[in-house]
């Protein structure tokens, strides 16, 4: 038993030794680091994984020889220009190379299509940005790709389980996870804000729309690099659905509301009449800015901290950038579920007001 | 990035923090009294929290 505590407390010192031994040149490092370029390189690439894609890259470094490797896989880009191009987007080489198709040369800048010559020259008006003429872009970029993962994943997911229950009122398989979850978003979302006469009809809507975003929230945290809920324009299609949605099934009472808000008095009504038709534009709005801010801001701050370890250099920054970073995963991975659920029950709020039926005022 | 933007957003951050502290914080109270209403209270909490972050996100778009 001694001797094993000895063996203990030696190979401890050891460990703190050769750490402290280790720790030393990169402490001597720090004293002429190339703090600016890195900064700059880190900011770089994060704004690169904000972005959308045309290829799928798990991860890129720069090799011995000063040559960039890229690991990853191409997509296929779809062009419209008079007449269908398809290729795969491994033809740019990462922005490095023009794309010949045709005849026709494509060049990937600021990751954008642009049509040029055969030099790959783009000009630029006075605010530098590029009058190239761009292609109708219709590409599976790497958004498109897991949108349509997430929804063909969906489509079997719940297709098996709806099958499942016309053999067996019990739930299998994934729906034993999956069910109190329906259960919960019917009795305490929906039924809760619509009612229970008209729930039924937005239960489909509501329950994709849920699955949908938790899913490729906790994609978002892989290490795979998805990030389609940053992208603003998928959050903006979710919320003109709900917006659709919701004007199409806005009954007389909801347009009264707005027009002529019953109850106050008349020059309040002519007030009140453009302040609430704005407030129907301004709730899909918030819902898309919400998705999207919420989604952007929690992959920046876990990136800056992961980039800390680069930036430090030293035995402190690494386990302060893991500490930090696997705190803010946990955080990250409720921020997941509760924008899902924020975007379901606002979706449900805004319906329930939509088919609301007043008594009298 | 200039001086002027980083206050703004300090300032946004300030007062939305500021106002969902107090959500967070009378939903506390209201639990504490009403435990059995805790369910529809939280509810309510997430939503009124949601509407002031998402003024919070737009006035930060905007700095």
Redesign the interface.
């Known amino acids: 038993m001694n001797t094993f505590k000895l063996l203990k407390t030696i190979s401890l010192l050891w460990i703190l030794a050769t750490a402290s031994i280790s720790a030393k040149p990169a402490l001597d490092k720090e004293e002429h680091p190339p703090q600016k370029d890195l900064k700059a390189e880190i900011k770089a690439y994060i704004n690169h994984h904000l972005q959308d894609s045309y290829d799928f890259s798990l991860y890129s470094y720069t090799d011995e020889q000063g040559k960039h490797i890229y690991k990853g896989f191409p997509l296929p880009v779809i062009l419209w220009d008079n007449g269908l191009k398809v290729f795969a987007s491994a033809k740019f080489h990462h922005g490095e190379t023009l794309a010949e198709v045709d005849g026709n040369y494509y060049k990937l800048y600021h990751g954008k299509i642009y049509k040029t010559d055969a030099d790959g020259s783009i000009e630029y008006d006075a605010h530098h940005h590029p009058v190239n003429e761009k292609p109708l872009d219709f590409s599976l970029t790497k958004n498109v790709v897991f949108i349509l993962l997430v929804a063909l994943l969906m489509f079997f997911m719940f297709s098996k389980m709806a099958r499942n229950y016309q053999k067996n009122p019990l739930p299998t398989g994934i729906g034993r996870l999956l069910e109190p979850i329906i259960l919960y978003i019917r009795d305490d979302i929906a039924i809760p804000n619509i009612g229970e006469k008209k729930y039924k009809r937005y239960m489909s809507y509501l329950l994709t729309v849920f699955f949908f975003v938790w899913i490729i929230n906790l994609l978002g945290l892989t290490p795979l690099g998805v990030n389609v809920t940053n992208n603003i324009a998928v959050t903006l299609a979710l919320a003109l659905m709900t917006y659709v949605i919701t004007t199409f099934s806005g009954n007389k009472d909801y347009w009264k509301h707005i027009f002529w808000m019953p109850g106050v008095p008349w020059p309040m009504k002519i007030i009140l009449a453009p302040i609430e038709l704005l407030g129907t534009f301004i709730k899909p709005f918030s819902l898309m800015i919400r998705l999207y801010a919420n989604i952007t801001a929690g992959h920046v701050v876990l990136m800056s901290i992961i980039g800390l370890m680069f930036i430090f250099k030293n035995w402190i920054g690494s386990p302060l950038s893991f500490g930090l970073a696997f705190a803010l995963s946990l955080l990250e991975l409720l921020v997941a579920a509760l924008q899902a659920y924020i975007f379901t029950m606002l979706s449900a709020l805004y319906f329930g007001s939509a088919v609301e039926e007043h008594d009298h005022h | 990035m200039t001086i002027p933007n980083i206050v703004g957003a300090g300032l946004i951050v300030i007062g939305a923090g500021l106002g969902i502290g107090k959500i967070g914080g009378s939903a506390m109270d209201a639990i504490a009294r009403q435990p059995e209403a805790s369910?529809k209270i939280q509810?309510a909490m997430?939503?009124a929290a949601?509407?002031i972050?998402?003024?919070g996100?737009?006035a930060?778009?905007a700095a």
């Open positions: 369910g509810t997430l939503i949601a509407l972050e998402g003024i996100f737009a930060l778009f």
